[in-house]
């Protein structure tokens, strides 16, 4: 991947995880949702939901509303693992606060055994809290201040990993204006 190009130029993915809980040693993926950008458009998505070998807990059905109901029948990590890692190493890995879910899958990486993905990323929460002057930096919040949130189901991946792509597309127009957006200079100033 030629990382001297404008950052608009390269295959961008847009993850978001939804998990159990906070804690990446006693909570789980329990939702997946990845998009594929190349040149400005979604040329392909991956989504699943994900079993998380544990009950979801009333606090995290709240947030997501997955209740374990929706996750009988769905796959294990370990059985998605092979092709999501595929999927993700297509582009640059944006997310919203990056660390978190590249954390929760490197973890569940780990732990069945397989080797962990250090991929190029730019986190789009260290974006929005350089670029812009909000009281709040929460995903809906910064949807919010774009105009964004019509037809947003906040708190389910594929939903959140869309809206952050939204998101990016909006902050990287600011920072055109004002500075380069080649690709290496976006992860160096966004990079966890």
């Not at 594929?36 to 699943?48: A, N, R, S, W």
């Not at 582009?91 to 190029?120: R, T, W």
Request: aromatic share 10%; hydrophobic share 45%; charged share 25%.
């Amino acid at each position: 991947m030629d990382l001297d190009k404008s950052v608009k130029e390269c295959p961008l993915i847009f993850l978001d995880l939804e998990t159990t809980g906070l804690l990446v040693e006693r909570s789980s993926i329990c939702e997946i949702a990845a998009f594929l950008i190349e040149q400005g458009k979604i040329v392909d998505e991956f989504h699943t939901l994900v079993h998380p070998h544990q009950k979801v807990p009333y606090a995290a059905f709240c947030i997501h509303k997955i209740s374990d109901k929706d996750l009988i029948g769905a796959p294990y990590f370990k059985d998605i693992a092979g092709s999501l890692i595929n999927f993700l190493s297509r582009g640059i890995l944006c997310a919203y606060n990056v660390s978190f879910d590249l954390g929760f899958m490197n973890y569940q990486l780990k732990k069945n055994h397989i080797e962990c993905i250090d991929p190029p990323l730019i986190d789009v929460l260290a974006m929005a809290k350089n670029i812009l002057n909000l009281k709040s930096y929460k995903l809906e919040s910064v949807a919010r201040f774009f105009e964004l949130t019509s037809e947003i189901q906040f708190h389910r991946a594929k939903d959140d990993a869309y809206v952050t792509y939204l998101i990016f597309s909006k902050l990287i127009e600011i920072v055109e204006k004002k500075q380069s957006i080649q690709a290496k200079k976006i992860i160096n100033l966004y990079n966890p």
